[in-house]
């Protein structure tokens, strides 16, 4: 049980870590004078198990032993807006679902 949550404390820290570097707004693509910044939504997910035990009933050989454990992350960033700046001008341009 311990490693499970050691190992969800650290996918929590990394996912952390990602969001705080970075994802949220990517890095600048210019084309001379004209800059554009995509702008991201991103979304965490993850979560664990663990378990343990001997079963002697229930349709079960006695004897039987058990563990288990298990981890899950995922993340996504999708990209929602541009930042568009051209020579003075800056503008917001959504994009479309």
Do not use: W, Y
């Amino acid at each position: 049980m311990q490693d499970v949550k050691s190992v969800i404390a650290m996918i929590g820290e990394r996912l952390k870590k990602m969001a705080q570097s970075n994802a949220v707004v990517s890095k600048p693509i210019s084309f001379g004078d004209r800059h554009v910044l995509p702008l991201c939504e991103i979304g965490f997910g993850f979560g664990g198990g663990s378990g343990s035990g001997e079963e002697n009933g229930g349709g079960e050989p006695a004897g039987c032993q058990g563990t288990g454990s298990g981890t899950f992350g995922g993340a996504r960033a999708t990209p929602v807006a541009v930042v568009v700046v051209d020579g003075q001008d800056v503008r917001i341009e959504p994009l479309g679902k």
